[in-house]
């Protein structure tokens, strides 16, 4: 049907920019924002979204290019419209794997329905294309469980990185002798004991929230159980 017959023809669109890539994460529909910048998921969900996908090679996009009147749902015929588009993306970016963000871009993308039946799992296209629905970051900011939000991008990281189950964290150093924490002035440590071994730390990620960095000590021992901040130096 393309733009000319489509409900929304006429009114600004929003295309991503395209490049090869090994995601591609379809949404819904440009927000106010989206339209406003003219880039895909730049609105309050699509920052959580690309908060969540922090150091993925990711190119975002959606399933229909206009934002509809009231921030509504995208009809049947308006998808159907910018399918031509959205198969573009996928040629053109050609990613290992698809994210269908939300329940819309699943089914334009697989004709299922059920998103949260079908979040985390992998999807199989006729072309061959593998696709992964994931909850919508929308549906997190409306009160929505937030650990349905992070089993997907969990499962993302596991199949992406089969043998790790995640990437590194750009944000997360590791201190790997004292001089590394005499020279930081905040810590927050969280010491993981055993059973087998009380006060032998294996590991302790160290998220202050006034800290500019996060940082994970390895190898150092202690006696203290719990949580605490500290100031060093």
């Known amino acids: 049907m393309g733009c000319e017959g489509c409900p929304l023809g006429g009114t600004p669109r929003v295309t991503p920019t395209l490049r090869p890539a090994e995601i591609l994460a379809v949404g819904e529909a440009p927000g106010a924002e989206e ?21 993925m090679d990711v190119v975002y996009a959606n399933t229909i290019q206009c934002r509809p009147p009231e921030n509504r749902t ?35 993308l697989t004709g299922r329905a059920g998103i949260l ?6 999807i199989v296209r006729e072309d061959g294309r593998t696709v992964m629905p994931i909850i919508h970051p929308s549906w997190v900011l409306h009160g929505g469980d ?5 089993d997907c ?9 089969p043998r ?16 590394h924490v005499q020279r ?15 006060g032998k730390a294996a590991s302790c990620p160290t998220p202050c929230p006034m800290a500019k960095q ?14 605490s901040c500290a100031r060093t130096g």
């Open 35 to 55: 339209v406003e910048k003219g880039v895909p998921f730049v609105g309050p969900a699509g920052r959580l979204l690309r908060a969540a996908l922090e150091g």
């Open 74 to 108: 995208p009809t049947k015929e308006e998808i159907k419209a910018c399918a031509p588009a959205v198969q573009s993306y996928l040629d053109a970016v050609n990613p290992r794997i698809t994210l269908a963000v939300g329940a819309t871009a699943l089914k334009a």
């Open 117 to 122: 039946k079908n979040a985390g799992k992998l």
């Open 146 to 150: 937030i650990r349905r939000f992070d």
């Open 153 to 161: 991008i969990k499962s993302l990281r596991a199949w992406i990185h």
């Open 164 to 179: 790790h189950g995640q990437i590194p964290d750009p944000h997360i150093r590791k201190a790997t002798n004292r001089d």
């Open 184 to 198: 930081r002035p905040l810590w927050g440590f969280d010491w993981e004991t055993s059973a087998l071994s009380r």
């Open 214 to 227: 996060t940082w994970s000590c390895m190898g150092f021992r202690t006696r203290t159980r719990g949580s």
